[in-house]
């Protein structure tokens, strides 16, 4: 029986023989002489945190020299496409916490970087070297800085560092490094006031992220808008019904949300739904209350358009027997379009804005990428390009207001284009009698304030002086 034991205990032994030296030569190590601790750059991105290819930053690499070596030089080599021209390198030997005596000789080789110390660098002794203005490849992508060095035994590979994540230099990038070249955009960037809040490179950088929340904040008022145009008039007809539990009830409605302010709305809408467990998208959420909030003020313009119709209009529609709804609906209502399209326009101009106050709740519209941006950078200029980016669009309407204004005060004083006059045919002409102009489409209408007005008097149906 024991005879047995040592047995199986001999094979045991060899079996575990056996798979060490298995496991030694499937899995080989290798051991540096030089231990690579690190290598890090420096965010060249203005405004940002990413490295970018192709533009200069600063590249730290660090490491530590093994047992018995003795260091002579350290080569460090880019990627193709990176380049170590025109860099400058600090050299720092460290021996524990103190700065030991050793010097290197930096020389520059395209994508090489050399090194060689005035004396062999020892076991122990950490190497750094700091070198700006290097490039990384411009295509960018994970780059590992790479390498040799030269020991008592030769010339030996370095190991690999850890890739150092690099962005693409794009034509935006390309156009901000020309901008930091530029002795007048340095002069400018030097007044503290046009450095904080128009800094030309932010300026640049800030166009090209805050398009997204541009686009968004577009989006939620264009659809937000027709929802409350419609949402407006309906609340505006039951603001002027003869049922008084009707007229109640937009009263309500009209005087809660123009007596409270949107921000309010807006707290209590995306914070008070989810304590009830109805959670919906934020960017739907935030159409919902600018639909509503701007519906109570449509209300009251379409009801001062509405009751700004003479009451004789009624009575003649009355009268030719047309029942309230056809009344309302071929002609009081075309009319009172016409007359609202400004202050609509207006209104619509206000909506656009207060979009930026879902910003408080992190919907990312323009605002808070703005806000993001200036958090990063630490100046003003993101909320100056925001505030461009909402000019683009009030400047052109307020410009299209004026014009319509003038335009329909033309028309009521009789300056406008009027309904075409056909011309005397010759019967007409020999008989003394005229033909009567035919009565303007309900498009015409509604379109006469946006033409010009006509010069021809036949057209606009005067008469001539005759000589």
Request: hydrophobic letters at 45%.
């Amino acid at each position: 029986m024991g005879q047995t034991w040592r047995y199986r205990g001999k094979r045991f032994a060899i079996a575990l023989c056996a798979l060490a030296c298995a496991l030694a030569i499937l899995v080989p190590t290798t051991a540096f002489g030089l231990t690579t601790n690190k290598a890090t750059a420096r965010p060249n991105e203005d405004g940002g945190s990413s490295v970018i290819g192709g533009l200069p930053t600063r590249l730290t690499w660090e490491g530590t020299v093994g047992t018995g070596e003795k260091v002579t030089s350290v080569t460090l080599m880019l990627p193709e496409g990176g380049s170590f021209d025109g860099s400058t390198t600090k050299v720092t030997v460290l021996e524990g916490l103190s700065r030991a005596k050793l010097d290197g000789e930096v020389k520059v080789e395209g994508t090489s970087l050399i090194v060689a110390f005035s004396e062999p660098a020892t076991e122990g002794l950490l190497l750094r070297l700091e070198v700006e203005n290097m490039h990384f490849p411009p295509d960018g992508g994970d780059v590992a800085i790479k390498g040799s060095y030269v020991n008592q035994s030769g010339e030996q590979e370095l190991e690999e560092s850890k890739p150092i994540k690099t962005i693409a230099n794009t034509p935006l990038q390309a156009l901000l490094a020309s901008l930091d070249a530029n002795p007048v955009v340095e002069a400018w960037n030097s007044s503290p006031f046009l450095g904080m809040f128009f800094k030309p490179q932010l300026l640049v950088t800030a166009f090209a992220t805050l398009i997204p929340g541009w686009l968004l904040c577009l989006a939620i008022v264009c659809i937000a808008y027709p929802f409350a145009i419609i949402l407006g008039l309906i609340f505006a007809l039951m603001k002027i019904s003869r049922r008084r539990l009707i007229r109640a009830i937009a009263i309500v409605y009209v005087n809660v949300l123009r007596g409270t302010p949107l921000f309010l709305q807006i707290y209590i809408m995306f914070f008070g739904l989810p304590m009830m467990n109805i959670n919906i998208d934020n960017n739907v959420l935030g159409v919902i209350v600018i639909a509503i909030n701007a519906s109570a003020y449509l209300a009251e313009i379409f009801r001062a358009g509405i009751e700004s119709i003479p009451p004789g209009q009624y009575e003649a529609a009355s009268s030719l027997g047309m029942s309230h709804m056809m009344t309302m609906v071929n002609i009081i209502l075309p009319q009172t379009i016409r007359r609202v399209i400004p202050t609509v326009t207006s209104d619509f101009i206000t909506s656009y804005k207060d979009t930026s106050l879902l910003s408080s709740v992190g919907v990312m519209e323009l605002m808070m990428f703005a806000k993001n941006l200036t958090s990063v950078s630490g100046n003003m200029t993101p909320y100056v390009a925001a505030a461009i980016f909402y000019l683009i669009v009030t400047l052109p309407l307020i410009k299209g207001v004026t014009i319509i204004e003038k335009r329909m005060a033309r028309s009521e004083r009789g300056g406008g284009p009027r309904p075409k006059v056909k011309a005397k045919s010759a019967d007409a002409a020999a008989g003394g009698q005229d033909e009567m102009g035919t009565e303007p489409s309900l498009i015409e209408a509604l379109s006469a304030p946006f033409r010009p007005a006509s010069t021809d008097i036949a057209g606009m149906g005067g008469v001539a002086d005759v000589q």
